[in-house]
């Protein structure tokens, strides 16, 4: 629940920059980009959708993702997303907590935007 | 008396002195008296059908055989047509030596043929550039450029040899060859920063090494060997640095291709970057902020470039390596290799699957992994294209030096130099298999260079990943200005196969996986150039696609 939770305000916070967060609405402002953030049994799933500064995202899973961020259970996503390292991502995915799926070149990019409104 | 020709005392000094053996041309008036001499001491001429692929094949050349390559063109169109390759050798530092012909000095300004200033259009992309106006003069200029191509960071020179020196003649007795010479001076750094170099080495807990083009025209592999084994640093080798080591090495990266760099630096504490520049491939400053640098580079002014580095260590990569490894600790970072190797694979899960799964339409990956699958890591791969060269690079694998080779993902990033790599990669190896993967619309570029392949025996395997668009370019447009807009980015289905069955080479059509390996047995088989023209899914958009878009995008 707290995975689902978490997803869903991630969503609302993202909304919220791409109208206010002036670093924020620079970097998105091209990108057409469909980032999966999900657990390895798809129960619990939100896909985050860029286009062209607009920010919208919807619950459960989705196949057509450009990349997605496969967590191997809802704990492990909630401790990546919520930690403040920097390599936290980087750990979790030596550790099989964490795959990417689709272009990682995307994941990548996910992760420096959402850094910018931490 | 015995009489010489200026053009046979350019031959024969290459032959003798240089040790020249194979010169990469097309024919011309100006340059015919040069041409005789070639032949005259047993130079071997191989002759292209347009210019800028004996420019293209002179820069693989010094690439495989790692001394200087030899292209001569003629005056005016033939100069012209040469600048892209010349340009592509200036920007990846290759020790390419240019002999061009020109209109005669006794024409200046008489609106002669073929009268332009070639010195001042080529000198932006050259190191040394000049004219040779007296006959016994010839040995010293020749002298000059190779010496010119190869001191410090290697690049290309220009000599322009007018018809009023080639085509006379004079006394061979009066004439003398500068004495060639391998100078014992190096360029070393001081060594506080050598030991410098060594604590941050020692003391590193999360390192890195990148290896870029340096590292291969070094031509040290057992000095990098020893270093790098005694540091146990996981490694990538990029550009023309790759296969200093074989991609199988333990400690190698390269099967990740740049999505471990790109995901493993970022996280390093210790980078050592050796023979590699921070281009924009490279994300200059932004791909690893944290770290400490300790950067190894010929050319002293290139360590602080684009950003400061802890240690600076200015000299050939080799002869550092060397020093270096004395003066380090053997170290074990096997924990750390394991978590790098983990985390980059976690990141290309897809790729890897499309590798390994039979796919309809072919997915370019898959393809690459069939070559594979086929051919093996004992040949030269090259590939050619946007996205194309991102497949090849990440595709294939190799065990011998510079195996693996994408030229057109240099900085210049000049399409059409695959055939000609390629080219150069089996008159260079002519014992291995040498694939190249080329995009279809890079293909047009020097695709009648398999007439050359044809007429000079040389028996490439071609493997097109058609698309039937230029596919980085089109795939930038979908994301920039949508998908109903795309502008001069597509292509149609082309037969290309049969272009090359008409030269004399072999072809073949794919369109199903399952034929693919077939495909590419009966092309070797044929033991003649080939081309097997295969039809990929054209929605696939390669990373690189992404990173060239967000490059330009970001204004």
Redesign the interface.
Known sequence: MKFTLLLFGLAQLLKIASHLNKAFKHAVR?A?VRILITTRDRERARLFTFDRGKVSSCGGFHNDYDAALVFKNAGIGFKVLTSSK??AS??A????G????????????FQDVTQLIR | MAEIFGGHIAAKYMKEVEGVDTVFTLSGGHIENLLDGFNQYGVRLVDVRHEQAAAMMAHGWSIYKNKPGVCLVTAGPGFTNAVSGIANAFLDAAPLVVLCGRHPLRDDNTLALQEINQIDMVKPITKWQATCYDIARIPEYLATAFRQAVTGRPGPVFLELPPDILFVSMDEKNLVFPEKRTHRTRVLPHESELKAAAHLIDNAKKPLFIGGSGVGFSNQDDAFKQFIEKIGFPFALLNNGRGALPDSHALCMNDGGFTAVAAVAPQADVIIAAGIRFSWVMQATKLFPQAKVIRIDIDPAELDNMRTSQVGLAGDCGDIFERLTPLVKKADHSPWIETVKNAYQAMLVTETEQKNTVSDPILPLRLTQQIMTEIGTDAYYISDGGDTSYYGMTGFMSDHRAGVLAPAGSLLGCLGTGIPFAMAAKLANPGKPVILLHGDGSFGMNCMEFDTMVRHNIPVVCVINNDCAWGMIKHSQEMSIGHDRCTCSELELRHYEKIVEELGGYGEFVKKDDDIIPAIKRAVDSGKPACINVITDPTVVSPATAMFYQNLSDF
């Open positions: 091209k057409q920097a390599d980087f750990n995915a030596a550790d099989g964490l795959c990417i799926r689709g272009m990682s070149f995307y994941a990548k990019w």
